[in-house]
């Protein structure tokens, strides 16, 4: 029990930090000149938004896009292509790290492949994969903060960024870890999202210090690496995360079958030659945006079949997509 906690929440929090994330980009595209109250805040929305996904993926049997009833096909559509964006820039984002590791181009190749062949062992093996980087993710940031310098004055504080970069994240690993609780108990999705919310909180408050100057930068926790002499945890950090990431949205993104899965690493790794700041900065804002609206959906039609069962009543379900992450798992159901 206590494994299965720990794993599922270390496979939530590793499909939130991804390149974007651990590189510090879009903690400075949605949170560069805001209040250090607003990542806080954020942190604490995603261990929320955990919550509700482990609650709805316990209601359905691990099945959440039945939420939607008829809908369920737009639901997978935009799960889909949320994490397939998500994928691009995760490939993109590790082209960069490996050329500053070993100096070699091809990096985000050797990712892609190597996240297709975890993917391709089932979902034990990302819930490992991840129960094994997390940890280290959480030490080499934990080493980076305390070298980072102090802090510049107190700025704005601002709710709309605290939802939307809760919302453009939680569409993709919530939606996961969803499809992992149809048989948890209550105490199992209250202590994997309370844990979930205090690391991500944790890191999210962790990497905003440590970006505070160079936030211009198209990876600035890299640079602040650098400037503490640091240059390599910051490589190793970002890289830990990049993996964590890219597992699970190719999983969510691919769903069943190994020829879908190769089909979407190839186009996701042509799509990535555009390059990881382009897409960060171009597509992450919309899934921001798409992702509140997505999640509030959800949280509408998740209380509709919560009153609808009790009341008896046989909500339609379409189980489209949920059959496709469970064949990763036949120990799930």
């Not at 079958?257 to 992450?284: C, E, M, P, R, W």
């Amino acid at each position: 029990m206590r494994y299965r906690i720990f794993a599922t929440a270390a496979t939530f929090i590793g499909s939130l930090i991804g390149a974007g994330f651990a590189s510090g980009r879009e903690i400075a595209l949605y949170f560069g000149h805001t209040s250090i109250f607003v990542p806080l805040l954020s942190g604490m929305c995603l261990g929320a938004s955990c919550y509700f996904f482990l609650k709805a993926g316990r209601l359905t049997s691990g099945d959440p896009s039945a939420l939607w009833g008829k809908g369920a096909f737009v639901a997978e559509f935009i799960v889909k292509i949320s994490n397939a964006v998500t994928y691009c820039a995760m490939i993109a984002g590790s082209e960069e790290v490996i050329f500053s590791l070993f100096g070699f181009h091809g990096g985000g190749i050797i990712s892609a492949v190597l996240s297709l062949i975890v993917v391709l062992a089932g979902v034990e093996k990302i819930k490992f994969v991840n129960f094994l980087l997390v940890p280290l993710i959480i030490l080499t940031v934990a080493v980076l903060f305390f070298k980072s310098p102090a802090l510049p004055p107190e700025e704005k504080f601002v709710i709309l960024p605290s939802f939307t970069y809760a919302a453009m994240n939680v569409i993709g690993g919530g939606y996961f870890v969803s499809t992992m609780s149809g048989d948890f108990t209550e105490k199992e999705c209250v202590a994997t999202s309370v844990i979930s919310g205090v690391v991500l909180t944790a890191l999210l408050v962790a990497v905003y210090c440590i970006i505070r100057y160079d936030l211009s930068s198209s990876m600035p926790v890299l640079v602040a690496a650098k400037r503490a002499g640091m240059e390599k945890f910051g490589d190793i950090v970002v890289y830990l995360a990049i993996f964590t990431t890219l597992t699970g949205s190719l999983a969510v993104s691919a769903g069943k079958g190994k020829i879908k899965s190769v089909v979407v690493t190839a186009l996701a790794t042509l799509a990535s030659q555009a390059g990881f700041a382009l897409i960060v900065n171009t597509l992450y804002p919309v899934l921001g945006t798409a992702g509140a609206v997505v999640t509030m959906l959800y949280i509408f039609f998740y209380f509709r079949k919560k009153i609808a069962k009790k009341e008896g009543v046989i909500t339609p379900s379409v189980p489209v997509f949920n059959r496709k992450i469970k064949s990763f798992s036949p120990r799930e159901k």
